[in-house]
């Protein structure tokens, strides 16, 4: 069905619609109370697009829809395509998946305090979540305070464990005793919900119960116990003092401020819980544009509050979003209590609003002195890397090579490739190696490697259609030389040669050991090819027998072994991911009257071994091709073999 078609066939209902290239990859999502009159105004003449949407029209070849019953459901659905596909179109979080949270295990019998890295999908229905943050080191800092101030988590997950032997944070007296057993469950359970209050910013109801606590030790006697909780009081008063009452109405609120220049932009997000600013954070966001800052903050809200620990009831906007009855309805159903959203146009919440929009840039503008600062070191190691290796031109595209295997085992080659010094992660490849398989043939990978880049489907694509500036091998002469003969029998680059001097031998091969050309044989004016050897940094060139040695403080040194790393980097992770498959497959050739293609079905059906080992024999009668008799064998044999 054509695109013309389906416009035409679009129902006239709530729901989401896909955009699609011409490669059938998903570049945009979006959602709509009437499918049919919202996706056809993309397409009418006249229509009044932003430059973004302007750029996605113009790459759409194909669309899809799934029609909802509601707005609501819509804006569920929308949520989970964008994680899905993360389209090219759509704002995103920067890196939105490594942001920190600080969790507490609530569903634990003795609940810890845990420096998480990213949100489970599914969260324990008890535990309690605070984040995410954007600062890692302030998350750490506030784990340290925790430990100070409120004595936990424990050294010990369970005091069992300890068998008797206090952890080694009660000895310096980090820890409340729970290890061994010198403070009760109910006490200890106060001393959580304490963290959790100091957490959320509510210090004032925490500090007068800590005072009524350190009353009551004095007059028992208990004085070591009354001067710790006066010190947990006076660090406490401490931290609060640093927090800004910026709400008379004491009300739990979070500010939104969005702002853009020069292509970044940047959500400023202000944390007031109980009238005092308890926080702050920032969050770089792409694809977002000046002319669409009130649909970027809509979709920023969006992805934000579906991973958020913590719903207030009220959340101010810099900007007017549309639609906000519906995006209420939705948090609403995450806090499970009323949640306003507004954009106010007077008084203390837009004085409030200004501040955090102020903030948001105060921080664009540190973020472009950031970015003009790191372009000029760029820029200046480039420069010196054209004159340290005689490169015709400034080296603006870079790709780097590095062969990775255990043994002759699991080989694999890695491509990386920065463009004006920076890593362009979107052209990264990575190559399974089957010339050398069975035994460590460095020379034959990378051959094999650069003779894929120059001529199978890798160079059919945009991004690999021309050649880079420079070429870095990772590696001495030998590397280097397997790396020029692939580049001599390539056929796509049989135009740069000239005469018949550099015919193959007889046989089609050369040894990568003796063969040596040079720049000006290559006839290839516009690439620069070197071997970086990783024992003294050498550099090779193709026909020069001496090394370039450059200065251990070079900044073109700096950048060459920023690159090779990065490359080493990409290989070892494939390398280790191959591997780790590879062992856990290879359980599966232990079963008697399994043979590839019932463990290829196996493992296609249920993505891992582990889940194999988890299902029963009836599910696994339903992969294609097996048995009854088969599937038995599989079941038993996880039953007798231990995990």
């Known amino acids: 069905m054509s695109l013309q078609d389906k416009l035409a066939a679009i129902p006239e209902s709530p729901g989401c619609y896909l955009m699609k290239n011409a490669s059938g990859d998903v570049i945009y999502v979006g959602k709509a109370k009437v499918l049919r009159s919202r996706v056809r105004s993309y397409f009418q003449k006249g229509a009044d697009l932003t430059r973004r949407i302007r750029r996605m029209v113009y790459e759409v070849r194909d669309l899809d829809w799934i029609a909802t019953d509601s707005e609501l459901e ?70 340290r305070v925790i430990r100070r101030v409120f004595r936990v988590p424990c050294g010990w997950k369970h005091p069992e464990q300890s068998r008797g032997k206090a952890c080694m944070y009660y000895h310096i007296g980090q820890c409340t005793g729970v290890c061994v057993g010198k403070i009760t469950k109910e006490e200890y359970m106060r001393v959580i919900n304490d963290v959790m209050d100091f957490l959320e910013g509510r210090t004032d109801p925490l500090v007068k119960r800590l005072l009524k606590q350190m009353e009551n030790a004095a007059e028992n006697l208990e004085f070591e116990k009354a001067a710790r909780i006066r010190d947990q009081i006076r660090s406490i008063q401490t931290l609060a003092a640093r927090q800004k009452v910026v709400s008379t109405t004491l009300e739990d609120q979070d500010v939104i401020a969005i702002a853009t220049e020069n292509g970044n932009t940047v959500a400023e997000m202000f944390f007031v819980r109980g009238g005092k600013l308890v926080g702050q954070e920032h969050f770089m966001l792409e694809n977002a544009a000046a002319d669409e800052l009130g649909e970027s903050l809509r979709e920023f809200v969006q992805q934000y509050y579906d991973t958020a620990a913590y719903v207030p009831p009220l959340i101010l906007l810099s900007e007017e979003v549309g639609e906000t009855e519906i995006l209420e309805t939705w948090l609403r159903q995450k806090r499970g209590s009323k ?65 990775s295997n255990i043994q002759g085992q699991y080989t694999v080659a890695s491509l990386v490739v920065f463009e004006d010094g920076e890593p362009k992660k979107a052209h990264y490849r990575k190559f399974r190696i089957r010339s050398a398989e069975g035994a460590p043939d460095d020379y034959a990978s990378m051959k094999e490697a650069l003779s894929r880049r120059l001529t199978g489907k890798l160079r059919q694509t945009e991004a690999f259609a021309e050649l880079p500036d420079l070429m870095i091998i990772d590696g001495g002469k030998g590397q280097l030389n397997a790396a020029l003969e692939a580049i001599r029998e390539s056929e796509v680059l049989a135009k740069h040669w000239e005469g018949d001097s550099l015919t193959p031998p007889s046989n089609g091969k050369a040894p990568a050991e003796t063969l040596e050309l040079t720049q000006n044989e290559l006839r290839i004016p516009e690439m620069t090819i070197i071997g970086l050897a990783k024992r003294n940094e050498e550099i090779f060139k193709p026909g020069e027998s001496e090394p370039i040695l450059l200065e251990r403080n070079s900044k ?80 038993k044999f996880f039953r007798q073999t231990p995990s």
Request: proline share 5%.
């Open 74 to 143: 819509a804006l569920i659905l929308e949520s989970n395509l964008i994680k899905k596909h993360r389209p090219t179109y759509n704002v995103r979080l920067r890196d939105d998946k490594s942001y920190p949270y600080i969790a507490v295990t609530m569903s634990e019998e003795w609940p810890g305090i845990v420096y998480i890295r990213k949100l489970r999908m599914q969260p324990k229905e008890k535990d309690k979540y605070f984040g995410p943050y954007t600062d890692s080191e302030a998350v750490r800092e506030t784990m």
């Open 339 to 403: 949640v306003t959203v507004a954009c106010p146009k007077r008084g203390e919440k837009k004085r409030l609003v200004e501040m955090a929009r102020k903030n948001a840039e105060l921080f664009l503008n540190q973020v472009k002195l950031k970015m003009a600062k790191d372009e000029q070191v760029r820029l200046e190691q480039l420069y010196e890397l054209k004159e340290a290796i005689g490169c015709p031109t400034l080296p603006h595209r870079i790709e780097a090579y590095d062969v």
């Open 556 to 635: 073109a040194l700096h950048l060459i072994q920023r690159i090779r790393d990065e490359a080493h980097r990409f290989a070892i992770t494939y390398h280790r991911t191959e591997r780790g498959k590879a062992m856990k497959t290879s359980l599966l050739n232990e079963i008697p009257g399994i043979g590839p293609k019932r463990r290829r079905a196996l493992i296609r059906h249920f993505g891992s071994v582990e889940a194999i080992r988890d299902a029963t024999v009836e599910e696994i009668m339903a992969v294609r091709g097996m048995t009854k008799a088969s599937a038995e064998a599989v079941y």
